[in-house]
């Protein structure tokens, strides 16, 4: 596979007029594959082949991860924002689904998803996390 196919393949281009913009899209697109091939010529972190999405992945949560802890232990910030940060999962895609808060008669769908539960929750019960998960069981 050529460079430039592989570049276009995992892309953060959009359209923009701005010429700055434009080449700092490049730099974020060139960057991660560089450090792709350095990692997989060195082999670093075990011998097995990392699928390059992942490294990806792996690599941009590394990039965030000095800042995220910072983020952590500031006091200022509720602690369902601090909670979230901890949490490190993504939960299934949105779905529309029934409330499991509010009562079956209501029959109330939401596409909103609980993060600590993976349920779906209407407007009226959505927080950072559903009224169920917030309360002290």
Same mark, same amino acid.
């Given at each position: 596979?050529?460079?430039?196919?592989? +570049?276009?393949? %995992?892309s953060?281009?959009?359209?923009?007029?701005?010429?700055? #913009? #434009?080449?700092?899209?490049?730099?974020?697109? +060139?960057?991660? @594959?560089?450090? %792709? #091939?350095?990692?997989?010529?060195?082999? #670093?972190?075990?011998?097995?082949?990392e699928?390059?999405?992942?490294? +990806?992945?792996?690599?941009?949560?590394?990039?965030? *991860?000095?800042? *995220?802890?910072?983020?952590?232990?500031? !006091?200022? @910030?509720?602690?369902?924002?601090?909670?979230? @940060?901890?949490?490190?999962?993504?939960g299934?895609?949105?779905?529309?689904?029934?409330? /499991?808060?509010?009562?079956?008669?209501?029959?109330?769908k939401?596409?909103?998803?609980?993060?600590?539960?993976?349920?779906n929750?209407? /407007? !009226?019960?959505c927080?950072?996390?559903?009224?169920?998960?917030?309360?002290?069981?």
């Amino acid at each position: 596979m050529q460079t430039m196919q592989m +570049i276009e393949t %995992y892309s953060s281009k959009f359209a923009t007029r701005r010429w700055p #913009v #434009v080449l700092f899209c490049n730099l974020l697109d +060139i960057a991660p @594959l560089n450090a %792709y #091939v350095l990692f997989e010529k060195l082999k #670093v972190d075990g011998a097995g082949k990392e699928r390059r999405r992942s490294f +990806i992945k792996r690599l941009g949560k590394g990039l965030c *991860q000095e800042l *995220q802890e910072q983020r952590q232990s500031d !006091a200022t @910030l509720p602690s369902l924002v601090t909670a979230r @940060l901890l949490d490190d999962t993504e939960g299934p895609p949105k779905k529309r689904g029934r409330c /499991h808060v509010c009562p079956r008669q209501t029959d109330k769908k939401a596409t909103a998803v609980c993060k600590a539960r993976h349920k779906n929750v209407c /407007h !009226a019960h959505c927080e950072v996390f559903c009224t169920t998960c917030l309360s002290p069981n």
